[in-house]
């Protein structure tokens, strides 16, 4: 019974990571990124996409499911650290912070809206301004 239960809960905490996607602005020409790129640009220390463009990290709150299954699948860490890396980096004055959207839909509505920009979203629910990121591990 204790093994059930304990399989159960691990179903549980997998469900939400595989219902995530990464996606940017239909202009932005990279949508291969591996585990060190995508980390590179959710930690704010690459700027710019390959062809010289800007990029605008987009993101939902720590505590919102969806952010946290980002960053456990694609990021492989918890989201106390990103933020830790954001404050460090904000604090110090050496980075910036993403710009945090209240809503799933906001989100999807800026990251259509924001050339450059990446974020993510519920599986299946982008727009046609949207690509979809291929992620692959390094």
């Given at each position: ?105 906001e989100l999807r509505t800026a990251l259509s809206q924001t050339p450059g920009a990446i ?20």
């Open positions: 019974m204790r093994l059930w239960f304990v399989l159960c809960c691990c179903l549980l905490l997998t469900l939400p990571c595989r219902a995530v996607e990464v996606v940017v602005h239909a202009a932005v020409t990279d949508t291969q990124l591996s585990t060190a790129q995508l980390r590179a640009i959710f930690t704010m220390r690459q700027t710019r996409w390959s062809d010289g463009q800007s990029i605008q990290v987009l993101v939902l709150a720590s505590d919102h499911e969806l952010h946290q299954a980002f960053t456990r699948k694609f990021l492989k860490m918890f989201p106390y650290q990103l933020d830790a890396i954001w404050h460090r980096q904000r604090y110090s004055g050496i980075g910036g912070s993403p710009l945090l959207l209240a809503s799933v839909d974020g993510y979203l519920p599986a299946g629910t982008g727009t046609a301004e949207l690509k979809v990121v291929t992620p692959y591990e390094n």
